[in-house]
């Protein structure tokens, strides 16, 4: 198993990095459960208990959400690597860069359009770095992706207004880029300004637009030499980690008085500083280390034992959301809005099991299948594919994606098979493939997870036979898959069978489908999986 | 052994005590080994094609000898002569005996170089510490692994004792397995005389001159130090102070952030200190292909209590001493404008070796050499200040500057052997592998990605690069050391692997399967079949390989038409 998803290799890396983050490993295991989940039907055994056949299709006591898309289609798309600043002002229209001065800002890009805040990753350039047009200056956590930015003008990363680690809203100011090291001081002021309010502020009035040649600011900046360090009777020294700290807790790191060796600021006073108890890996790190003769006793600061905030719950840890974990609940919560209903339909799937034991050899997955299957019901059922975008209007999509809902370790991606109904079921095996090889490196570009125009969820392979979906946001339906089981059926001259039934659940969004619009659907989608002959062709 | 040296000392010394020696049946026995050696290499010569060269330096060869002490010309002490026994010396002078040449070794300091003694040696005992030491400090990863562990610590001392004792454990094991095969160890700094001809001896003692039909320069190098920076050994530091270990700074500088600046940033964060880089090139880790030096930047530094300056040269540094820390001033690469001034509690010097050549006599054999490296051709034959190659006489190893890797200089002396036993070899350096052994590796083989561009440009042909996470790689998960990339630059015409750079966990082991296949010449398409078990971190390179998109004959044909 690990092999045959080892094996396809990311097909190009384009501009984006492979993830750095290490607390997200991607659950290899339900990965291959979506693509082995008919395994476990053929291997499962007669079951002497009798499957009852879907009551009714609204399931109110089954687990939700699984299955949920973050992506909404037909948004408009945006290139790879996004450059940021006056470009930027398309979708911010507010924000036009006028030339006044050569400072730019950096702003917090939209990757994807689901995108409305970004955490920083890293800064790939430093303050004072000289930037060169297309070069990497930092990496952006999107809800669904790393990614690199570039820039699109030479210049100086005069400051960093978000850190590290830090998250802004898309649109914000992250730095700030200056032309000429003479204008890194204004640039400072500037990101001083920003910096503690991450919010986006208005640009500064434009004196004259195009009147670039005369700055004139209160504070002039005497000479081009000695940029950075403000030169005085004695320069503040702190350590790396110290600054780091500083950085992350906001620290001004001026402000903060060295009691480390030589007057330096150590990690210990940043922390007693920001009000936070030394840090558990200095105590914890029983170093037997000689301390320098010259090193003064270290007097702990008689303020670093605070007692700012409460004990949290004994046995109780707060972990924050990631990015992308934060998205799927802005998401589930958006929903809420839309008025949804469910229809659920048993459908036979001894033809398909046949079908896919034929085609496998030859790469087809399951998951292919089905969503061909449903690529070709929502070709005869334009309205199941079509999605309400303002309560008042039909948005009809000319292409049929299917967005497929995957799971990885902490998070849930959609990759999307575009065009699925016209692709031939081994293409779109090859596509899916590589999808997925492309979902487990987070390197899915913004289109290939948010142009799904219908939804597939599957989570028969744990044995559930129903399950209810939450609408994704933007779409018109979604369709939950339970697993196949074999049933005994009697049929209209009373002999009995035992045949494989899979319950599929559709929710979809009541105010453009309606139920009998839905059960239509449904009923083509279940012939077309009971004579999956066509699939192939 | 005694008898040899003796015997040795009469072809050369004018003592008619000795001299008269030589006619005495043991050390007939000598010469009659030393005869069919010699007989042997004479018919080889001829046959491989360097007979100009061979007559010019064997008629130098009577003059000297008859010179001397008028024993009878073609008669040499040795063989061959290596002076300088670290791992390049050690790895020529086996193959030497395996070839069955005579063979003596001249070291003038410990034997096993730089390697075992300050190099690559014990900073792998440092870094077994720093490893453990990383993992045990890593809440995140034993909570991750189910594990408990109260508060790691470590005892200097005995960090420091691991260190000395494993280079003095493989430095014995290097004279052992040298003396076992009957390689003559002489002591005393090595200079060349003249043609085939070397004194060596310790100061204040008189020098002995031996012979040998061949010599291979093998000094290796030293630290290489910045003028401007005064190294007390204590607070200002080089690598040979370093892994002594002698004590563990709250905050030290690195001076240059190559492999040796990588590795110790490694073993100091591990200990607790903090760290500064100075590197006076526009990016950490020059040198290696760009897109590991930005994932291992992420690793490696970014999380690390670690910062930096880049472009930057340290134009002084001056001791602690006085109440007054460590201080560094720093110089804009570009402008050579001064830029900022540190103070931190030690500078380790890590801005790479400079070549250990003075006082080996090479003015005596009109070779000049270039920034103190010794100009050699391919074949590691040293050339001289004309331009023409000087018979008999080789360079291996740091001395000679190609690769400043032990295992490259100890292949270059297997090279070097091969050849004076008439066996023509030119060693292939795209096949020989790098490692930097920080938390988790980084190795590589072959050119980086820019370097093939370009010679893909020069050359005419299309590249492709493939890459494989090691995140889908289930051993490697199983240890929870997903973080890591391998990446294969080739050609998609004929499946030639140009380069293969690896970071990840255990990457140094990692890459031998791309070097041999380097090496051998071995191509994509072929190695792809090739068996890996499974879980192992080895199948990162099988699925490398398997991903690789080699044309086949049908499409090719149908590009050029």
């Given at each position: 198993?690990?092999?045959?998803?080892?094996?396809?290799?990311?097909?190009?890396?384009?501009?984006?990095?492979?993830?750095?983050?290490?607390?997200?490993?991607?659950?290899?295991?339900?990965?291959?459960?979506?693509?082995?989940?008919?395994?476990?039907?053929?291997?499962?055994?007669?079951?002497?208990?009798?499957?009852?056949?879907?009551?009714?299709?609204?399931?109110?006591?089954?687990?939700?959400?699984?299955?949920?898309?973050?992506?909404?289609?037909?948004?408009?798309?945006?290139?790879?690597?996004?450059?940021?600043?006056?470009?930027?002002?398309?979708?911010?229209?507010?924000?036009?860069?006028?030339?006044?001065?050569?400072?730019?800002?950096?702003?917090?890009?939209?990757?994807?359009?689901?995108?409305?805040?970004?955490?920083?990753?890293?800064?790939?350039?430093?303050?004072?770095?000289?930037?060169?047009?297309?070069?990497?200056?930092?990496?952006?956590?999107?809800?669904?992706?790393?990614?690199?930015?570039?820039?699109?003008?030479?210049?100086?990363?005069?400051?960093?207004?978000?850190?590290?680690?830090?998250?802004?809203?898309?649109?914000?100011?992250?730095?700030?880029?200056?032309?000429?090291?003479?204008?890194?001081?204004?640039?400072?002021?500037?990101?001083?300004s920003k910096s503690g309010?991450?919010?986006?502020?208005?640009?500064?009035?434009?004196?004259?637009?195009?009147?670039?040649?005369?700055?004139?600011?209160?504070?002039?900046?005497?000479?081009?030499?000695?940029?950075?360090?403000?030169?005085?009777?004695?320069?503040?020294?702190?350590?790396?980690?110290?600054?780091?700290?500083?950085?992350?807790?906001?620290?001004?790191?001026?402000?903060?008085?060295?009691?480390?060796?030589?007057?330096?600021?150590?990690?210990?006073?940043?922390?007693?500083?920001?009000?936070?108890?030394?840090?558990?890996?200095?105590?914890?790190?029983?170093?037997?280390?000689?301390?320098?003769?010259?090193?003064?006793?270290?007097?702990?600061?008689?303020?670093?034992?605070?007692?700012?905030?409460?004990?949290?719950?004994?046995?109780?840890?707060?972990?924050?959301?990631?990015?992308?974990?934060?998205?799927?609940?802005?998401?589930?919560?958006?929903?809420?809005?839309?008025?949804?209903?469910?229809?659920?339909?048993?459908?036979?799937?001894?033809?398909?099991?046949?079908?896919?034991?034929?085609?496998?050899?030859?790469?087809?997955?399951?998951?292919?299948?089905?969503?061909?299957?449903?690529?070709?019901?929502?070709?005869?059922?334009?309205?199941?594919?079509?999605?309400?975008?303002?309560?008042?209007?039909?948005t009809y999509n000319s292409n049929i994606n299917i967005a497929v809902a995957v799971a990885i370790n902490g998070g849930l991606i959609t990759p999307v098979l575009q065009d699925a109904d016209k692709l031939d079921l081994y293409l779109l095996s090859q596509k899916w493939k590589e999808l997925v090889e492309k979902a487990r490196a987070k390197q899915l570009q913004p289109q290939e997870y948010n142009s799904g125009t219908f939804t597939l969820s599957n989570l028969g392979m744990f044995g559930v036979d129903r399950f209810d979906a939450i609408l994704p946001p933007g779409q018109g339906a979604i369709m939950a898959v339970g697993a196949s089981k074999p049933t005994v059926v009697a049929d209209a001259d009373g002999f009995f069978s035992v045949k494989n039934k899979m319950l599929v659940n559709v929710t979809a969004d009541h105010r453009i489908i309606y139920g009998a619009d839905l059960a239509a659907f449904l009923q083509t989608f279940s012939k077309i999986v009971e004579n999956p002959e066509s699939l192939t062709l | 052994m005694h008898s040899t040296l003796s015997f040795s000392r009469a072809t050369t010394v004018p003592t008619t005590n000795y001299a008269f020696h030589s006619q005495s049946p043991i050390n007939l026995r000598f010469c009659g080994l030393r005869r069919e050696a010699f007989g042997i290499s004479i018919l080889t010569r001829s046959s491989s094609g360097r007979v100009r060269l061979s007559t010019r330096g064997r008629s130098k060869r009577i003059s000297a000898s008859t010179g001397n002490n008028g024993t009878p010309p073609k008669s040499f002490d040795y063989d061959l002569i290596i002076i300088g026994a670290g791992v390049g010396g050690h790895g020529a002078a086996l193959h030497a005996v395996e070839k069955g040449l005579k063979t003596a070794i001249i070291e003038g300091d410990v034997v096993g170089g730089t390697c075992v003694n300050r190099g690559c040696v014990p900073s792998k005992a440092l870094l077994a510490v720093s490893g453990r030491m990383r993992e045990l400090q890593s809440e995140h990863h034993m909570k991750a692994l189910g594990l408990q562990v109260s508060a790691a610590g470590y005892d200097r001392q005995g960090v420091a004792g691991h260190a000395n004792n494993l280079a003095s454990e493989i430095r014995s094991n290097l004279t052992n397995s040298m003396k076992a095969l009957g390689v003559d160890i002489l002591t005393g700094f090595g200079t060349i005389v003249g043609p085939q001809k070397v004194k060596y001896g310790k100061v204040g003692f008189t020098d002995n001159v031996v012979t040998a039909k061949d010599i291979i320069i093998a000094t290796g190098s030293v630290p290489f130090v910045p003028k401007g920076i005064e190294v007390d050994g204590k607070t200002v530091i080089t690598s040979d102070h370093a892994l002594k270990l002698e004590f563990v700074p709250d905050w030290i500088a690195i001076v240059g952030s190559g492999y040796i600046g990588l590795e110790f940033s490694d073993v100091y964060t591990a200990l607790g200190s903090e760290v500064t880089f100075i590197e006076a090139l526009d990016q950490l880790m020059p040198g290696f292909d760009p897109e590991i030096s930005k994932l291992a930047q992420r690793v490696l530094i970014n999380p690390r209590k670690i910062d930096y300056h880049t472009g930057v040269f340290a134009t002084k540094i001056t001791p602690a001493r006085d109440g007054k820390p460590v201080i560094i001033e720093l110089t804009d690469a570009k402008t050579k404008e001064h830029k900022d001034t540190l103070e931190v509690d030690a500078a380790l010097i890590a801005t790479g070796r400079a070549p250990f050549t003075n006082g080996l006599g090479l003015e005596n054999i009109n070779v000049v050499t270039q920034r103190g490296f010794v100009p050699v051709d391919e074949r590691m034959r040293v050339i001289d200040a004309n331009g023409n190659l000087v018979p008999h006489l080789y360079c291996i190893g740091d001395a000679n500057g190609k690769m400043m890797l032990a295992h490259a200089a100890s292949a270059q002396g297997i090279s070097v052997v091969e050849q004076v036993t008439g066996r023509d070899h030119v060693l292939n350096h795209l096949s020989v592998p790098a490692a930097c052994f920080t938390h988790p590796e980084i190795s590589m083989v072959g050119l980086t990605e820019p370097q093939a561009r370009e010679k893909a440009v020069?050359?005419?042909?299309?590249?492709?690069?493939?890459?494989?996470s090691f995140k889908a790689n289930t051993k490697a998960l199983a240890e929870n050391e997903g973080e890591g990339l391998a990446k294969l630059i080739y050609r998609p015409d004929n499946g030639e692997i140009l380069g293969v750079h690896i970071f990840g966990l255990h990457a140094a082991d990692l890459i031998h399967e791309a070097s041999n296949a380097i090496a051998l010449g071995t191509r994509i398409q072929d190695i792809k079949f090739a068996v890996h078990a499974h879980p192992t971190l080895s199948e990162v390179l099988d699925e490398l390989f398997k991903s690789a998109k080699v044309l086949d004959m049908k499409t090719l044909r149908k590009m050029k038409s």
């Amino acid at each position: 198993m690990q092999t045959q998803l080892g094996n396809a290799a990311f097909p190009r890396l384009l501009r984006r990095s492979l993830s750095y983050i290490p607390s997200i490993l991607y659950s290899l295991h339900s990965l291959l459960n979506l693509f082995h989940f008919f395994r476990f039907l053929s291997n499962s055994s007669p079951q002497s208990q009798k499957h009852k056949e879907m009551a009714s299709p609204f399931l109110s006591n089954t687990t939700i959400s699984f299955s949920s898309s973050l992506s909404s289609s037909s948004l408009p798309r945006i290139a790879p690597s996004i450059p940021f600043s006056s470009i930027r002002s398309n979708s911010t229209p507010r924000r036009i860069l006028t030339v006044r001065s050569k400072i730019r800002e950096i702003f917090m890009p939209a990757l994807s359009s689901t995108m409305t805040e970004g955490k920083i990753v890293s800064w790939v350039k430093s303050e004072g770095d000289v930037l060169s047009k297309g070069e990497s200056v930092v990496v952006v956590e999107s809800d669904k992706a790393d990614m690199d930015v570039e820039t699109f003008y030479d210049g100086i990363l005069a400051a960093i207004v978000v850190g590290e680690g830090e998250t802004a809203p898309v649109g914000a100011a992250i730095g700030i880029l200056a032309e000429t090291e003479d204008e890194i001081a204004e640039a400072k002021a500037k990101a001083a300004s920003k910096s503690g309010a991450s919010t986006p502020s208005a640009p500064p009035p434009a004196p004259a637009p195009g009147a670039a040649s005369t700055p004139g600011p209160p504070k002039s900046t005497p000479a081009p030499a000695a940029p950075t360090v403000a030169e005085g009777p004695r320069k503040t020294v702190a350590t790396p980690f110290a600054k780091k700290l500083a950085k992350q807790h906001k620290v001004d790191i001026e402000s903060v008085v060295g009691t480390g060796p030589y007057g330096r600021i150590t990690p210990e006073d940043i922390e007693a500083a920001a009000g936070l108890s030394p840090s558990k890996k200095n105590v914890g790190l029983a170093v037997v280390v000689e301390t320098k003769p010259a090193a003064p006793a270290k007097a702990p600061a008689a303020s670093a034992a605070p007692s700012s905030l409460p004990p949290p719950v004994p046995g109780s840890t707060v972990v924050p959301f990631t990015t992308m974990q934060a998205a799927v609940s802005k998401n589930m919560v958006e929903s809420l809005s839309v008025p949804t209903f469910r229809v659920g339909y048993p459908v036979t799937t001894d033809a398909l099991d046949a079908l896919y034991e034929k085609v496998k050899p030859k790469g087809v997955t399951m998951t292919a299948l089905l969503a061909k299957a449903a690529a070709m019901a929502l070709a005869q059922h334009p309205l199941v594919n079509s999605s309400c975008k303002d309560g008042k209007s039909f948005t009809y999509n000319s292409n049929i994606n299917i967005a497929v809902a995957v799971a990885i370790n902490g998070g849930l991606i959609t990759p999307v098979l575009q065009d699925a109904d016209k692709l031939d079921l081994y293409l779109l095996s090859q596509k899916w493939k590589e999808l997925v090889e492309k979902a487990r490196a987070k390197q899915l570009q913004p289109q290939e997870y948010n142009s799904g125009t219908f939804t597939l969820s599957n989570l028969g392979m744990f044995g559930v036979d129903r399950f209810d979906a939450i609408l994704p946001p933007g779409q018109g339906a979604i369709m939950a898959v339970g697993a196949s089981k074999p049933t005994v059926v009697a049929d209209a001259d009373g002999f009995f069978s035992v045949k494989n039934k899979m319950l599929v659940n559709v929710t979809a969004d009541h105010r453009i489908i309606y139920g009998a619009d839905l059960a239509a659907f449904l009923q083509t989608f279940s012939k077309i999986v009971e004579n999956p002959e066509s699939l192939t062709l | 052994m005694h008898s040899t040296l003796s015997f040795s000392r009469a072809t050369t010394v004018p003592t008619t005590n000795y001299a008269f020696h030589s006619q005495s049946p043991i050390n007939l026995r000598f010469c009659g080994l030393r005869r069919e050696a010699f007989g042997i290499s004479i018919l080889t010569r001829s046959s491989s094609g360097r007979v100009r060269l061979s007559t010019r330096g064997r008629s130098k060869r009577i003059s000297a000898s008859t010179g001397n002490n008028g024993t009878p010309p073609k008669s040499f002490d040795y063989d061959l002569i290596i002076i300088g026994a670290g791992v390049g010396g050690h790895g020529a002078a086996l193959h030497a005996v395996e070839k069955g040449l005579k063979t003596a070794i001249i070291e003038g300091d410990v034997v096993g170089g730089t390697c075992v003694n300050r190099g690559c040696v014990p900073s792998k005992a440092l870094l077994a510490v720093s490893g453990r030491m990383r993992e045990l400090q890593s809440e995140h990863h034993m909570k991750a692994l189910g594990l408990q562990v109260s508060a790691a610590g470590y005892d200097r001392q005995g960090v420091a004792g691991h260190a000395n004792n494993l280079a003095s454990e493989i430095r014995s094991n290097l004279t052992n397995s040298m003396k076992a095969l009957g390689v003559d160890i002489l002591t005393g700094f090595g200079t060349i005389v003249g043609p085939q001809k070397v004194k060596y001896g310790k100061v204040g003692f008189t020098d002995n001159v031996v012979t040998a039909k061949d010599i291979i320069i093998a000094t290796g190098s030293v630290p290489f130090v910045p003028k401007g920076i005064e190294v007390d050994g204590k607070t200002v530091i080089t690598s040979d102070h370093a892994l002594k270990l002698e004590f563990v700074p709250d905050w030290i500088a690195i001076v240059g952030s190559g492999y040796i600046g990588l590795e110790f940033s490694d073993v100091y964060t591990a200990l607790g200190s903090e760290v500064t880089f100075i590197e006076a090139l526009d990016q950490l880790m020059p040198g290696f292909d760009p897109e590991i030096s930005k994932l291992a930047q992420r690793v490696l530094i970014n999380p690390r209590k670690i910062d930096y300056h880049t472009g930057v040269f340290a134009t002084k540094i001056t001791p602690a001493r006085d109440g007054k820390p460590v201080i560094i001033e720093l110089t804009d690469a570009k402008t050579k404008e001064h830029k900022d001034t540190l103070e931190v509690d030690a500078a380790l010097i890590a801005t790479g070796r400079a070549p250990f050549t003075n006082g080996l006599g090479l003015e005596n054999i009109n070779v000049v050499t270039q920034r103190g490296f010794v100009p050699v051709d391919e074949r590691m034959r040293v050339i001289d200040a004309n331009g023409n190659l000087v018979p008999h006489l080789y360079c291996i190893g740091d001395a000679n500057g190609k690769m400043m890797l032990a295992h490259a200089a100890s292949a270059q002396g297997i090279s070097v052997v091969e050849q004076v036993t008439g066996r023509d070899h030119v060693l292939n350096h795209l096949s020989v592998p790098a490692a930097c052994f920080t938390h988790p590796e980084i190795s590589m083989v072959g050119l980086t990605e820019p370097q093939a561009r370009e010679k893909a440009v020069k050359e005419g042909f299309e590249i492709s690069v493939a890459k494989t996470s090691f995140k889908a790689n289930t051993k490697a998960l199983a240890e929870n050391e997903g973080e890591g990339l391998a990446k294969l630059i080739y050609r998609p015409d004929n499946g030639e692997i140009l380069g293969v750079h690896i970071f990840g966990l255990h990457a140094a082991d990692l890459i031998h399967e791309a070097s041999n296949a380097i090496a051998l010449g071995t191509r994509i398409q072929d190695i792809k079949f090739a068996v890996h078990a499974h879980p192992t971190l080895s199948e990162v390179l099988d699925e490398l390989f398997k991903s690789a998109k080699v044309l086949d004959m049908k499409t090719l044909r149908k590009m050029k038409s």
